[in-house]
């Protein structure tokens, strides 16, 4: 990314704790961005994501950082927000119980519209479509969908003024996603991962988030900070 590309302007960027946000947050940054994070605390089972997305909002110095409510719990249908069990058993093929329904297009969607009323035109969210645990709200396809309908859903598209989705790890492993980190001089310790935090506070260990971590971080020959409780 072009450190003069943002010049100054006005982005939005969703920001749920996690390395993979951590680090498209900073490249925004890098690029010359005013930085404003959006965190949504949807009553996920995992509250330590959000203590790491206000560390990281402050560790990036964003001009504003709002954490919105919204409880999907309501809704259920996912390990993360019902009382279903996460997976500890590795990485398989199909989309996994963690799924959250729709995630991401209800989040982005509440992005675009802080964006519109900030007069921000650029996005970031961290998604990925390598190192994944095969969610379809990270592909390729549907980031390119999400801008078009931006454009379609708004006043300031309705007035020629297009807004940007910038998926900046989209073609990203996660070893590539920790040497960025490194790169970019983060602390990759206030981030957080783990799907299943234990009740002494370390991560899992074993469920699809902490695996793809670890393998990242071992892949890339970097420490990973994270304590593991497996």
Not at 28 to 45: K, S, V
């Amino acid at each position: 990314m072009v450190a003069s590309e943002g010049a100054g302007r006005k982005a939005v960027v969703l920001l749920s704790g996690g390395l993979d946000s951590m680090v498209a947050a900073a490249l925004a940054r890098e690029a010359g961005y005013r930085l404003h994070a959006l965190t949504i605390d949807y009553n996920q089972r995992h509250r330590r994501e959000l203590e790491s997305a206000g560390a990281i909002a402050r560790a990036l110095r964003v001009e504003r950082h709002v954490v919105l409510p919204l409880d999907l719990s309501r809704f259920g249908g996912s390990a993360l927000t019902d009382d279903i069990a996460v997976p500890k058993t590795g990485v398989g093929s199909d989309i996994p119980v963690t799924y959250v329904p729709a995630r991401n297009l209800v989040f982005l969607s509440l992005t675009l519209a802080w964006a519109e009323a900030l007069g921000a035109r650029d996005i970031f969210i961290g998604v990925n479509a390598l190192d994944y645990s095969g969610y379809p709200d990270c592909r390729p396809e549907f980031i390119a969908g999400f801008a078009d309908l931006a454009t379609l859903a708004t006043r300031a598209g309705d007035g020629g003024e297009a807004f940007r989705i910038h998926a900046p790890l989209q073609y990203l492993g996660k070893a590539a996603i920790a040497r960025e980190a490194a790169r970019l001089g983060l602390d990759a310790g206030i981030s957080w991962s783990c799907y299943d935090p234990q009740p002494d506070g370390r991560a899992c260990g074993l469920c699809d988030s902490c695996r793809l971590r670890r393998a990242g971080f071992g892949e890339a020959g970097l420490d990973d900070p994270t304590d593991y409780a497996a």
